[in-house]
């Protein structure tokens, strides 16, 4: 059963994350300033699906990992410390910024140097949660056929 959760919890992070940031993109480049709006405060909204989600993927990632001494066990802890790191550090606080500064018609330069930063630490999230990924299917296959 943990070993679903994880799996759900995981993907429902990375498609959260990849959904705010293919719209921030979208919106930046070719949207008006009230859909930029619309998505900055979409994003708001969406954290109340992607926190839980992050913290189960998380919980339940060192959980199922306990005891484990394989390298790809260590590289998926040492992954999501980044990836907390750089939620709570980078992406929340830009946010909740963005969103206000949006919802407030201020699109000056400061929105523009946390809207960057945001896209870059959104991408480093969707890459490392993606080889996360990709580590914990080879190693369901893994024990899928040690248990065979």
């Known amino acids: 059963m943990k070993h679903k959760l994880h799996a759900i919890a995981g993907t429902t992070a990375l498609l959260t994350i990849l959904t705010f940031w ?3 993109l ?13 998505v900055k405060t979409f994003v708001l909204y969406g954290m109340i699906l992607l926190i839980p989600a992050m913290i189960a993927t998380g ?3 060192a ?12 590289r998926k802890a040492k992954r999501m410390k980044i990836i907390a790191a750089n939620g709570i550090l980078i992406l929340m606080p830009s946010a ?17 140097v946390v809207q ?6 959104g991408a480093i999230n ?7 990924m990709r ?3 080879a190693l369901r296959r893994r024990r899928k056929s040690a248990a065979k």
Request: net charge negative; aromatic share 10%.
């Open 22 to 24: 293919v719209s921030t």
């Open 59 to 61: 919980a339940s990632g």
């Open 26 to 38: 979208i919106s930046e480049l070719f949207g008006s300033h009230a859909q930029i709006t619309s």
């Open 126 to 132: 969707i890459t490392l949660l993606s080889l996360n």
């Open 63 to 74: 959980s199922l990992g306990k005891g484990w001494k394989l390298p790809v066990v260590g």
């Open 135 to 137: 580590d914990g299917l």
């Open 96 to 112: 909740f910024f963005l969103a206000s500064k949006a919802q407030a018609g201020a699109f000056d330069t400061m929105f523009y």
């Open 116 to 121: 960057a930063a945001e896209i870059i630490a």
